[in-house]
């Protein structure tokens, strides 16, 4: 595997469901990302983690946890999600917060 | 009003053609100016990163910016039907006091035409 990769890809879940995105990342960054990015909207910033502290929290709701256990891998967790939660789940990485963010391919998140 | 205001397209063009795309922003504080291509199903990738006013080229791509006018722009000459993308601009502030948070444009839809 190489860059950065997301599993799964497409996911559809219940309103009452739990399921967690992964994301892991092969390039020995030390700073990851998750972002949102719907139709329509720009890229919206919700966690970041440096040296696997999380720095940064956009007033993303409680029903999205993120976790990061270490430099290579991301956690979303998502439980009682709303419709208007569907979207692409981007997760990326880089070395240093203030350098070039490399992008994985994303989770397609669709909640019924 | 938005941070960063990007046309969404969608934009169609013959093969060949030259693109232009762009930016405008209201934070002054901004002071690094990047680019990103984003193609179906995928994420997006850095295509051009500028510090200041100023171009810069790379191959078929320039990247523009006027920080006086507070605008920035990406020119594709010689476009071809694998340009086809949406491309995203995103810029952010320039130290410690600004932070590394990216503000992203909408995205601009782009169709280049065999």
């Known amino acids: 595997e190489t860059g950065v990769t997301q599993t799964p890809r497409h996911l559809v879940m219940g309103m009452t469901n739990k399921k967690s995105l992964k994301c892991e990342q092969h390039?020995?960054?030390?700073?990851m990302y998750w972002y949102k990015q719907s139709a329509k909207k720009p890229l919206e910033l919700m966690f970041v983690?440096?040296?696997?502290?999380?720095?940064e929290n956009n007033s993303v709701p409680s029903r999205f946890s993120p976790e990061c256990p270490n430099s290579s891998h991301l956690f979303l967790h998502l439980h009682t999600l709303q419709p208007e939660d569907s979207a692409l789940y981007l997760c990326a990485s880089s070395q240093g917060t203030y350098n070039e963010q490399f992008f994985g391919p994303g989770t397609r998140l669709t909640v019924l | 009003q938005k941070e960063v205001e990007q046309d969404p397209g969608p934009l169609s063009v013959p093969e060949g053609a030259i693109v232009s795309l762009n930016c405008t922003y209201s934070n002054s504080a901004f002071q690094y100016f990047m680019w990103y291509r984003q193609y179906s199903r995928k994420g997006p990738e850095l295509l051009m990163y500028t510090y200041s006013s100023g171009n810069k080229e790379d191959g078929r791509f320039t990247a523009q910016v006027d920080k006086s006018s507070k605008y920035i722009s990406l020119f594709i000459r010689d476009s071809q039907p694998s340009d086809s993308a949406t491309y995203l601009c995103a810029m952010r502030g320039g130290g410690e006091t600004s932070g590394s948070r990216l503000t992203f444009g909408e995205g601009t839809q782009l169709t280049v035409n065999p």
């Open positions: 983690y440096s040296l696997e502290e999380r720095v």
């Open positions: 390039l020995g960054h030390n700073a």
